[in-house]
Nanobody, 124 residues
Framework: VQLQASGGGLVQAGGSLRLSCAAS????????TGWFRQAPGKERDFVAA????????AYADSVKGRFTISRDNARNTVYLQMSSLTSEDTAVYYC??????????????????WGQGTQVTVSS
């Protein structure tokens, strides 16, 4: 499966942004899909993930209550709605797909497919 992330940009602190991850390949609907982010000089960290049918979702503690992950399997697209953004959210955001078990979602190595990343910059 191939992934294409988009929707990044420059936003003021407190603002909102929606990222999209468009997938190619008929098997996308069977994959769990997630978002990670990487700030300059830091590791790529887990942000959120959603199972193939949307029945299970997880968020990093740092984004709970502010970010919402969703998916539209008819459009082969996963979204990350981000609100109440702070400068700490500035990073390159990557979407990923795989079939990792829930307990392994936060591990980068669990995700075999990655998009190219989209930059999110929050100005304070």
């Amino acid at each position: 499966v191939q992934l294409q992330a988009s929707g990044g940009g420059l936003v003021q602190a407190g603002g909102s942004l929606r990222l999209s991850c468009a997938a190619s390949g008929h098997s996308f609907r069977s994959y769990t899909t997630g978002w990670f982010r990487q700030a300059p000089g830091k590791e790529r960290d887990f942000v959120a993930a959603i199972t193939s049918g949307g029945g299970r979702i997880a968020y990093a503690d740092s984004v709970k209550g502010r970010f919402t992950i969703s998916r539209d399997n008819a459009r082969n697209t996963v979204y990350l709605q981000m609100s109440s953004l702070t400068s700490e959210d500035t990073a390159v955001y990557y979407c990923a797909a795989g079939r990792a078990i829930f307990s392994a979602w936060t591990e980068r190595e669990s995700w075999p497919y990655w998009g190219q990343g989209t930059q999110v910059t929050v100005s304070s």
